[in-house]
C-alpha cells in the first residue's frame, strides 16, 4: 500500500529538546522559589511519565511532604507549567535548539514527493510553534498539513488518542502513513494506533524496549552526518535514510502483512 503520510512526534524527534525543557523547568522552579532542582539523572527518570504538566504533577506526588503541602502544590501545577513553557519558548526561538541529524533533509524530500507532513505530539501548541517557527521560519506551520498536540486530547502518549487525532485529521488509515518516533512511550502510541513507526532515540529515551519498531536508527542520517555502518545494515541504498527507502520499507511491511495473513 502506497505510503500517503509520515505523522512525526516532536521533544526528541524532530529535535533533541529534553536538555532545554530541563533548563527550563529549573529556571521557572527558581523563579518561583520553589527549591526544586532537576538533575539529568531525575529528569531522565521523569521522562517515563508524559506531559510536561504531569511530569510536575509525579514529581509533587511522590514527595514526602504532608498531604496538605503537597495539595497545594498540585494546586500550582498550570502556574508553574505556563512559566516553563514561556521560557523554554524563549530559549527555542533565540535559536537555541537546532534539529536532529537530517530531519531538514528528509521533511524536504517527502514534501518535494507529494507526501503529507502531520505532527503528533504530547507537547503544547506553543512548543510546537516555537520549534517549528525557529527551524522553518515562516514557512514551519505551511510545512505540516495537521497538527495534533497534547491538550487537544484526553489520553497522552502511550494511548493512541494523538496518533487517532492526527489520521482522523488526515483522513488517512494508518498502512498508509508512517510514524516517527524517539521513546518507547511514543512507540507504544503510534503502534497501539496501528502506524509503522521509524524510531531514533536519543541520550534521554536509549535503552526503552523498541521491539516494536519497524525501523530502529541512532538518527536519520545525511551525506555530512552518514548513519554509521549503512548503507549494508538496515538500509540499502545511502547512509541516511531517504523517501525512496522509506517505500521501500513500507512495501516491505506490507508484503510480510499479506504473508502473515495467507499463512
Known amino acids: 500500500m502506497t505510503t500517503e503520510a509520515l505523522i512525526l512526534d516532536v521533544d526528541g524527534t524532530l529535535a533533541d529538546t529534553e536538555e532545554v525543557h530541563r533548563q527550563a523547568f529549573n529556571q521557572a522552579f527558581e523563579r518561583l522559589h520553589l527549591g526544586w532542582q532537576w538533575t539529568a539523572a531525575t529528569y531522565r527518570r521523569l521522562l517515563a511519565v508524559t506531559g510536561g504538566k504531569e511530569r510536575i504533577a509525579a514529581f509533587i506526588d511522590e514527595s514526602s511532604l504532608p498531604p496538605a503541602q503537597r495539595r497545594a502544590l498540585m494546586a500550582r501545577v498550570p502556574e508553574i507549567h505556563a512559566l516553563k513553557t514561556d521560557v523554554y519558548t524563549s530559549i527555542v526561538r533565540d535559536g537555541g535548539l537546532p534539529l536532529r541529524p537530517g530531519v531538514e533533509r528528509l521533511l524536504d524530500e517527502a514534501h518535494e514527493a507529494g507526501l503529507r507532513l502531520a505532527i503528533a505530539s504530547t507537547t503544547t501548541a506553543a512548543n510546537i510553534d516555537a520549534l517549528l517557527q525557529a527551524a522553518w521560519g515562516a514557512r514551519g506551520l505551511e510545512l505540516f498539513d495537521v497538527i495534533a498536540c497534547g491538550d487537544q486530547v484526553r489520553h497522552k502518549k502511550p494511548a493512541p488518542d494523538i496518533y487517532q487525532l492526527a489520521l482522523d485529521t488526515l483522513g488517512l488509515p494508518p498502512e ?41 536508527l541512532p538518527h536519520l542520517g545525511d551525506p555530512q552526518q552518514p548513519i554509521p555502518g549503512e548503507p549494508g545494515g538496515r538500509l540499502r541504498q545511502a547512509a541516511w535514510l531517504g523517501v525512496d527507502e522509506l517505500q521501500r520499507l513500507a512495501c516491505a511491511r506490507d508484503a510480510d502483512s499479506v504473508h502473515a495473513l495467507v499463512h
Open 176 to 216: 498508509r502513513c508512517i510514524a516517527f518516533e524517539d521513546s518507547a512511550n511514543g512507540l507504544r502510541s503510534a503502534r497501539a494506533a496501528g502506524l509503522w513507526t521509524v524510531v531514533t532515540p536519543t541520550f534521554w529515551t536509549e535503552g526503552g524496549d523498541f521491539t516494536a519498531a519497524g525501523l530502529l
